[in-house]
């Protein structure tokens, strides 16, 4: 249930209001605004009556939410959040955010190389995968806590913050003491506890689609991070599973709009996971950015053809430069800085 409050009312009568709900068992977000100020109600709302709220002075407007989603709900936080991640803004209408590195960390040297060099091309964070969710067990799994130490490096060479995979609880800490802003991959998008965990924190978490997830269900998992306390999530499309097979992910752009439409967070999209080959993230980026998107994350290699893995999807760092150069051109066009 959404309250929306009249900015000149009184504020004993929102005290007692507010206090009166309180009383009733629910839960009470409240989100400033321009024009008004609003109060989302979380818990069982079934035994509030609408009438009896609006005969509050201080109340414009109720309405009852039926999406299964809260927190993550643009009636419930009208205003657009924007995510902090070591300093670099993502949302609303600050710059447009490009995260850039290889797919995986290779070594200090290989880390620092390519962070520098994106950093040189316009990239604001360094994206790189310490602990890596591979289809075969056989496959290499990722530096692990040796690649997170590689990325602190990086940072401090660089000043760039950076995005690394988590893919269990039990490094939870690791990842919060070292990591700016830390994924939730597409094939533990569902892992509730996982969810919960970092909800518990207050990190900058890049909560990428699953592979067969709907936009629901998608939001959800948001929900999932946000009901457990942390507010700070940014959404990131890299494709979907479908029939076609001349890309490695189908790329939904529509959930721009969508995303933007339904909630309140910043959303990303991840052109490497989403086509698979590298020849067609200039066009992707660009399209992406064309239709709002808030930030890119771009893999890229230095010397693809000898990338431990995924060197197809690798852009080399003077393309990746050239792409940067194209998306902020479009993204002027639309009337953002990039
Ligand atoms: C990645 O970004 O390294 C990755 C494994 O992505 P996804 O979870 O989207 O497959
Ligand atoms: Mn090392």
């Known amino acids: 249930m959404i309250i929306t409050l009249k900015k000149d009312a009184q504020e004993s009568e929102i005290q007692s209001l507010h206090k009166e709900l309180e009383a009733k068992g629910v839960q009470i977000h409240t989100s400033i605004g321009e024009e008004f100020n609003v109060w989302g109600l979380v818990g069982d709302t079934a035994h509030i009556d609408e009438r009896d709220i609006l005969a509050n002075t201080c109340v414009e407007n109720v309405t009852r939410v039926s999406a299964p989603y809260k927190l993550a709900n ?9 995510v902090d991640v070591g300093g670099v803004k993502i949302g609303g209408n600050e710059p447009i955010v490009v995260m850039a590195g290889p797919w995986c960390v290779e070594g200090d040297e290989q880390i620092c190389r390519i962070g520098q060099e994106v950093k040189n091309a316009g990239a604001k964070i360094i994206r790189g995968g310490a602990y890596k969710p591979r289809t075969s067990p056989y496959s290499f799994q990722g530096l692990g806590y040796e690649g997170i130490v590689d990325m602190v490096h990086a940072r401090e060479i660089t000043g760039l913050p950076i995005v690394s995979e988590l893919m269990s ?7 919060v003491e070292n990591v700016d802003l830390i994924q939730i991959g597409a094939r533990n998008m569902q892992n509730f506890d996982l969810l919960k965990a970092v909800g518990r924190t207050k990190k900058p978490i890049l909560l990428k689609r699953g592979m067969s997830a709907t936009i629901e269900d998608w939001i959800m998992s948001a929900e999932y991070i946000m009901a457990s ?9 890299r494709g979907i599973r479908t029939f076609e097979r001349y890309t490695r992910n189908t790329l939904d752009l529509a959930v721009i709009p969508i995303i ?3 909630t309140h967070l910043p959303i990303v999209i991840d052109p490497s996971h989403a086509t698979g080959d590298w020849k067609y993230i200039e066009s992707v980026s660009m399209a992406a950015v064309a239709a709002g998107a808030d930030g890119l994350i771009i893999e890229v290699h230095d010397h693809p053809e000898q990338a431990w893995s995924d060197g197809a999807q690798s852009l080399k760092p003077e393309k990746f430069a050239e792409v940067v150069r194209k998306c902020t051109s479009i993204a002027n066009a639309i009337g953002r800085d990039m």
């Open 169 to 175: 609880a039990d490094k939870l800490d690791e990842f």
């Open 260 to 262: 933007k439409e339904k």
């Open 229 to 237: 306390g942390n507010p700070n999530v940014i959404f990131c499309e």
């Open 74 to 82: 643009r009636m419930f936080h009208p205003e657009d959040t924007i």
